[in-house]
């Protein structure tokens, strides 16, 4: 505020003190030169009456579109050395009130006008919520994946929250001087692409009282990330992707420094390699797993379906397998296998294995051990000993039911003289109490009797009866308590019961479906043998063989061979 003019005289005050203290204004500004305050020096106290200064300060805050309260002129007249504080509605109703300070005090002698500051909106912003400790790859120029740094890769289930996007908010205006509104700056937008296999859903926090955008994994596998520029943290992720189908050269640690341990790699997502799988590591596949070239990796888990030029590996394949030619591997399907070209030294389980040439006249067969339910092998030239084991495992289950039925059937079989014991015990008590009762009937009693006697002719389930039982609370009649207890023992023996027999139900239903499976069990073979070739079909104890002939020479070979419960394996050579 300016200093007071010596040249001032009270006279010139007493006509009109206003330009006096308009003179003394002192102003503070924004940079976009809004006034956020006002200050102004009231003349001294010994040269102007209240009447008067408050005049004059009516008329100055008229200026700002302000009105002194009532009660605060009348403060101001009543006092002269005080200070009046009050609120200021703005011209906007939305926008918040200005302050106004009117200080008579002989030391201070000030007007203040205070408006409010914008509040300036807040940037959006992102939360990540999958691991981020290790960065998200991005795909090579030819759209391949460098899979030596695949567990570097983040991985998403289905229905996964990745990230959260926050959206800016507006701000909150300010107020001027004279009540008028003061724009806050607008939030800046952060903006993420969502890419493929990414759904998005808008949200409110009511916390930060603001919306922002969830960005949600639709299906299961590898997070991909785009930034901008070369800095690869969240603040420059600009595009976020599922791909649950990825291609990579190779799957290649040999030259790596792994040493004599087994690595393991694992990916949620369908996997082509344009090359080859090697090396002394596990691969995992939550999903389809198709190699252009040879698989020689340690082992290799595919949940889905597997295609594979070469084999020289152990491999788990839980849907269906297309190899070319399989050498020293051990191959497990769930579903079937089909072999193209060859297989030698090898052991295979899988429901149906298909020997079916392509690309080539013939399948070479060496050394093979299967275990199957059926298997077709057309085109086929058998060199060395096959061995064919046809529903191993099947037989199998049917022998571990068949224990599991003489175990229930002798714990049945003691439960039920259980049960005839306890319902003894209850009526004899029941019989007992009524005897000993002379008050009348006993309702509760009588309740009880219904319960055990619907109970003993499989009326009602001994589940019912127990709740029925947990349903009375305390016993009303003490003298009841031991027909509760007998009547609580013979349902819980009587519930075991049914719980045995719906297990040898169930038992009855796997070996109807069992049996069923191995009523479709067959072998046919249409090809040569050769050299020492041999085919052997085992199923259970029973044991067909096929060779080359003393000769040894190569000799046709046409054969069928099916599987006829309470039979077994039937042959015709056809």
């Not at 005050?13 to 503070?28: F, K």
């Not at 102007?48 to 009516?58: A, K, T």
């Not at 101001?76 to 009117?102: C, G, N």
């Not at 067969?365 to 061995?387: D, H, P, W």
Request: charged fraction near 30%.
């Amino acid at each position: 505020m300016s200093d007071q003019k010596d040249n001032v005289t009270i006279e010139d005050m007493e006509e009109d003190i206003t330009p006096w203290i308009l003179e003394t204004l002192d102003e503070l500004r924004t940079e976009e030169g809004f006034c956020l305050k006002a200050a102004m020096d009231l003349p001294p106290i010994s040269r102007v009456e209240s009447e008067e200064l408050i005049h004059s300060l009516e008329s100055i805050l008229k200026q700002y579109n302000i009105e002194i309260p009532p009660d605060i002129r009348r403060e101001l007249l009543e006092t002269p050395q005080h200070e009046a504080v009050f609120l200021a509605p703005a011209v906007h109703k939305e926008l918040r009130p200005r302050t106004v300070s009117i200080n008579t005090n002989a030391k201070v002698r000030a007007l203040f006008i205070r408006g409010e500051a914008p509040i300036d909106g807040k940037d959006g912003k992102i939360i990540v919520h999958f691991d981020y400790s290790e960065k998200p790859g991005r795909l090579l120029p030819d759209g391949t994946i460098d899979f030596r740094n695949i567990n570097k890769f983040p991985q998403a289930r289905e229905g996964q929250v990745l990230i959260d996007v926050y959206e800016p908010t507006q701000g909150t205006p300010g107020t001027d001087v004279e009540g008028g509104h003061i724009p806050p700056k607008v939030g800046k937008a952060f903006e993420v692409e969502a890419g493929e296999g990414i759904r998005t859903e808008r949200k409110y926090d009511e916390e930060e009282k603001r919306y922002y955008v969830s960005y949600i994994a639709e299906k299961a596998g590898i997070v991909i990330c785009s930034f901008e520029g070369d800095i690869r943290d969240a603040e420059h992720l600009r595009k976020i992707e599922i791909k649950n189908q990825i291609t990579v050269r190779d799957i290649d640690f040999s030259t790596g420094n792994i040493g004599d341990a087994v690595e393991e790699v694992r990916c949620v997502a369908d996997v082509v390699v344009e090359g080859d799988i090697k090396g002394s590591f596990a691969v995992i596949i939550d999903g389809n797993l198709d190699v252009r070239g040879a698989v020689e990796g340690e082992k290799i888990d595919v949940s889905g379906e597997f295609k594979a030029s070469f084999v020289r590996s152990s491999v788990r394949i839980g849907g269906k397998a297309e190899i070319g030619s399989a050498l020293n591997a051990t191959i497990r399907s769930e579903d079937s296998i089909v072999i193209e070209r060859e297989v030698a030294r090898c052991i295979i389980e899988a429901p149906t294995l298909i020997l079916q040439p392509k690309g080539t006249p013939t399948v070479l067969i060496g050394q093979l051990e299967a275990s199957v339910q059926s298997l077709y092998a057309n085109g086929c030239e058998i060199r060395s000993k096959m061995v064919v084991e046809m529903g191993r495992a099947l037989l199998e289950e049917l022998k571990q039911l068949e224990k599991r039925k003489e175990t229930l059937d002798r714990e049945i079989e003691a439960l039920q003289a259980e049960i005839k014991d306890r319902a003894v015990v209850f009526l004899q008590k029941i019989k007992m109490i009524k005897n000993a009762t002379h008050n009348g009937k006993d309702k509760e009693l009588e309740y009880l009797q219904v319960l055990g006697t619907r109970l003993l002719k499989d009326e009602i389930g001994a589940r019912e009866v127990l709740d029925a039982l947990d349903g009375l609370g305390s016993v009303q009649n003490s003298g009841n308590l031991p027909i509760v207890k007998s009547l609580r023992a013979f349902a819980i023996s009587k519930e075991n019961e049914e719980k045995f027999l719906n297990e040898l139900e169930a038992i009855r239903l796997q070996e109807e479906g069992i049996n069923e499976k191995l009523s479709r069990m067959e072998l046919i073979i249409e090809g040569l043998v050769r050299g020492s070739g041999i085919v052997e079909v085992v199923c259970g104890k029973e044991r067909l063989k096929w060779e080359t002939p003393p000769s040894g020479e190569e000799a046709p070979l046409s054969i069928e061979v099916k599987y006829v419960p309470g039979k077994g394996l039937v042959t015709n050579e056809l």
